[in-house]
């Protein structure tokens, strides 16, 4: 096939800004089926109806892009904004949390490989993070991480014990090593997290919960069992390390009020 230029819109989530040069932007995109785009908005600083005099981090809508064979880069062409996100500006700990959605979609996002599901979740949780009340930022973290990871392909065991099959009652390991929950004499070295049945539905929670049920009953305190096994032990061992740039972040300091 010869490689021709071609121009495409798409749903999109900026999940980077660089200046480049006196007026322009250069732009990372998170995109359903185009994956990560790397794409340059000429003249994007300056105002007109194409940017608005610049696109902000965190923005969502519909960019239309021009693919071009040999560049190195697509060039963006208008940004049009479809969502209302100006609440994750109110307040650090909103700002925080969503720089941690779109570190992890920086992470996970990989370029010309389509992940619906990821964006999808990204979406979601930009949308409810902009309303969200501080209190329940982590939750919306760590559902957040729950379905990403279950879009990367790692979405762990909790029905059963991950190890032996068996039935789980009481007290229980999550063990992102053996892919799920576990019996206590079943759980693996490594990183784990001890949780109570209660902990443990909350973990399914995150999963099995459909959106709206959430949003009328948003994760509070009593996730936090579950919130914990998927921020502080199953993120990192999949990344194996935390980038550093989630210091800090609101799903850290889960502590029960
Ligand atoms: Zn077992």
Same mark, same amino acid.
């Given at each position: 096939m010869a490689a021709r230029s071609y121009s495409y819109t798409s749903p999109s989530i900026v999940i980077r800004v660089r200046p480049f040069g006196e007026t322009s932007q250069v732009l990372h995109l998170a995109t359903p089926e185009h994956g990560m785009v790397a794409a340059l908005a000429k003249g994007a600083h300056r105002p007109g109806p194409a940017f608005h005099g610049g696109v902000a981090l965190a923005s969502a809508g519909t960019a239309h892009l021009l693919r071009r064979p040999r560049a190195e880069m *697509?060039? @963006?062409r208008r940004f049009v904004p479809s969502e209302d996100l100006r609440g994750l500006r109110d307040g650090l700990p909103r700002f925080y949390a %969503?720089?941690?959605? @779109?570190?992890l979609l920086r %992470?996970? $996002?990989?370029? =010309?490989l389509p992940n619906p599901s990821l964006f999808r979740a990204a979406l979601t949780a930009l949308r409810a993070m902009a309303r969200a009340r501080d209190d329940s930022l982590a939750s919306w973290v760590a559902w957040f991480e729950a379905r990403a990871l279950a879009a990367t392909g790692h979405r762990p065991r909790l029905d059963a014990c991950a190890v032996c099959d068996g039935p789980l009652e009481g007290r229980v390991y999550f063990s992102p090593a053996a892919g799920g929950l576990t019996h206590a004499r079943c =759980?693996?070295? !490594?990183? +784990? @997290? %001890? $949780? &109570? =049945? &209660?902990g443990a539905? %909350?973990?399914d929670r995150f999963y099995t919960a459909r959106l709206k049920e959430l949003a009328a009953d948003p994760p509070g305190t009593d996730a936090v069992a579950g919130a914990r096994a998927v921020h502080d032990v199953f993120v990192p061992y999949? @990344? *194996? +390390?935390r980038p550093a740039a989630l210091t800090g972040l609101? !799903?850290?300091?889960?502590?029960?009020?």
């Open positions: *697509e060039l @963006l %969503a720089c941690y959605v @779109l570190e %992470a996970w $996002m990989r370029p =010309a =759980a693996p070295p !490594g990183p +784990r @997290l %001890a $949780m &109570d =049945a &209660d539905h %909350a973990l999949v @990344l *194996e +390390r609101p !799903g850290r300091r889960v502590t029960p009020r």
